[in-house]
């Protein structure tokens, strides 16, 4: 990312703080921050959180369980593969999953699950671009760059507000 221009807020979730970065508005990189310190704002970033006050207000939402459809400014910046499966990715809906297979085949590549999951590895605006979403063959739970833990949770707070607004704070235990 363009250093000079990028600006940055945080969001705190139960599951730590997510670093969301932008450039022009666009936001470029939202990644909960490891305690080892992966994925922190780079020094040259600006502190902007004046800027994001419509994030905060649909992160927010999200994790209350009154959003389910993001409709932020996102740049999906990676090799051509990799942005074709978030962009199939984005379409999978609130409440639902999909496999890699399936992503795979509806790019045209059925042979390539395992890339699939490399580009959902990379995926650099988490939650936002749901590839919690995205199971293994046969629904297995697999991989998930901040855990197993939180991509587990944050299906149960999908599926729970599916059913019942109030399951949220069950889901979040």
């Known amino acids: 990312m363009n250093a000079e221009s990028t600006m ?7 599951f730590g703080t997510l670093v969301i970065a932008a450039i022009d508005g666009q936001i470029r990189h939202a990644r ?8 922190a704002p780079d020094e040259s970033w ?14 927010a939402a999200y994790f209350a369980g009154e ?15 990799q942005e074709q499966a978030w962009k199939l990715l984005c379409r999978v809906k609130y409440g ?9 085949r509806a ?27 995205v199971l ?3 629904g297995a739970l697999t991989g998930y760059l901040n855990g197993l ?16 607004p109030s399951a949220i704070a069950e889901a979040w235990g």
């Open 8 to 14: 940055f807020t945080t969001f705190e979730t139960p």
């Open 46 to 59: 600006r502190r902007a959180d004046d800027e994001f006050g419509e994030t905060h207000g649909q992160l």
């Open 107 to 133: 790019m045209g590549r059925a042979g390539a699950s395992r890339a699939v999951g490399g580009a959902m590895n990379q995926n650099p605006i988490s939650i936002i671009v749901p590839c919690h979403r």
């Open 149 to 164: 833990d939180m991509k587990r949770c944050l299906l149960a707070i999908e599926s729970a507000n599916e059913k019942s």
């Open 96 to 104: 639902t999953t999909t496999t890699y297979g399936t992503i795979a």
């Open 32 to 39: 909960v921050m490891t305690s080892d310190g992966k994925f």
């Open 136 to 138: 293994g063959k046969g």
């Open 67 to 81: 959003l389910r459809e993001f409709s932020l400014p996102l740049e999906l910046i990676g090799t051509p593969f």
